[in-house]
Each structure stands twice: as C-alpha cells, then as structure tokens.
Nanobody, 130 residues
C-alpha cells in the first residue's frame, strides 16, 4: 500500500512563496499520476497541478498558471509544488493525491477530478494574508 505525506504549508503574506512536499512511502510506483488539490471552506476540491511521476507530463490549472510549478524527485519519491506570488485566494488546505490507474495522457489532460484519485495525503494548510 502506498502512503502520502504532504507538508510545507504555512501562513505568509501576499507575494511570498511556499514550497509544498509530497513524499510517497510504503509500496511506491516508478510511474504514477500524482496531483496537488486544494479546498477552501464551502468550496469544492479543485486540482492545482498534476504530474505523471516518472515521466515528463504535467498539468497546471489556469488559476495558478505562471505562479505554481510542480516537479518531482524520483530517488526521494517526492513531488513538490512551488508556489510563487501567492495571493489571498490561494488560501486553502492543500492535498497531495495519487492513483496508479490514471495513465500519462489522462494524467496531464486536465480532465481528472478528485474522484479519480484513490490515495490521499493528510493535507497541509496554506494561508495567504493581504
């Protein structure tokens, strides 16, 4: 069984940066679709960035395009979310997710939803003040 531990959240001011980490443990896959989602109170969980771990395909949501970057460190089984130029509307709980059934094309298509991912981290909170 695969486990995800996400970390790196915090409270920052608008314009600052944060880097979230998602480390996989247990049974790890050489290739697997991994994603960052976020959810604010009263809102649906939305995808932020997705990467096909072990490959080179990524997807970045329009709302964070140009500010957020997703990357991977294969030896460490870790996926990162670099968040720059943070805005108050980025305030949310951020979750790392993974699913081995999602292939590379589907993974980077932007059409996946939270229901497609079966493995989740515990979440890390990001608060951006103006």
């Amino acid at each position: 069984e695969m486990y995800l531990a996400d970390s790196g959240g915090g409270s920052v001011q608008a314009g600052w940066s944060l880097k979230l980490s998602c480390k996989a443990s247990g049974y790890t896959y050489r290739r697997i679709c991994m994603a960052w989602f976020r959810q604010s109170p009263g809102k649906v969980r939305e995808d932020v960035a997705i990467i096909y771990f072990g490959g080179d395909r990524t997807y970045i949501a329009d709302s964070v395009m140009g500010r957020f970057t997703i990357s991977q460190d294969n030896p460490k089984n870790t996926v990162y979310l670099q968040m720059d130029s943070l805005k108050p509307e980025d305030t949310a709980m951020y979750y790392c997710a993974a699913d081995s059934v999602i292939g590379p094309s589907w993974c980077s298509s932007g059409s996946t939803t939270s229901r497609d991912f079966r493995i989740w981290g515990q979440g890390t909170e990001v608060t951006v003040s103006s």
